[in-house]
């Protein structure tokens, strides 16, 4: 597994090996033991989620204040534009965002730390978007961070889409309103 560091050092692209031949591919989704040797993390996953959004779909952007959850996330079938921006007040970096392009071409994963707001938008026809958690789902602790904030200022490659967004997200708060990590 190969291991890359984001503008943002927590945020990790991982691009698993990949066996290919006439027949298709194998690779090894996940493997505690590989993902602690190129990380470098030593995390337990509680939960998988797996989520299927059409064209234009926009999820996000998301954190839970208390149970914080790290997520290491995958695109099986289609592609996403993946972001991930810093929620930690006392970080350098704190309302700084970093997107990477997540697909069934590319196999990549991408580690979204504790203390980061998550969310991305759907780029193919459809797309099946999966997720372990390092901690449950705690509604009445989640956040949303509004994904058009002017203040992170995230490029989403919407290319004149308008995305289709829940009514939670439509609801998002702008950076400075927003309930955040010390």
Partial sequence: MKVAATALSEV?????????DSRGFFMESFNANTFREATGLDVQFVQDNHSRSSRGVLRGLHYQLQ???GKLV?????????????MRKSSQNFG???????????????????????????????ADFLYKTTDYYAPTHERCLKWDDPTVAVEWPLHGINPLLSAKDQQGLALADCDSFA
């Fill in 74 to 86: 995958r695109v099986p079938r289609g592609c996403v534009f993946d972001v991930a921006v810093d």
């Fill in 67 to 69: 149970q914080p959850q």
């Fill in 12 to 20: 990790l692209i991982l691009e698993p090996k990949v066996f290919g």
């Fill in 96 to 126: 700084k965002w970093v997107g990477v392009e997540l697909s069934e071409d590319n196999h990549r994963q991408l580690w979204v730390p504790a203390g980061f707001a998550h969310g991305f938008v759907v780029l193919s026809e459809s």
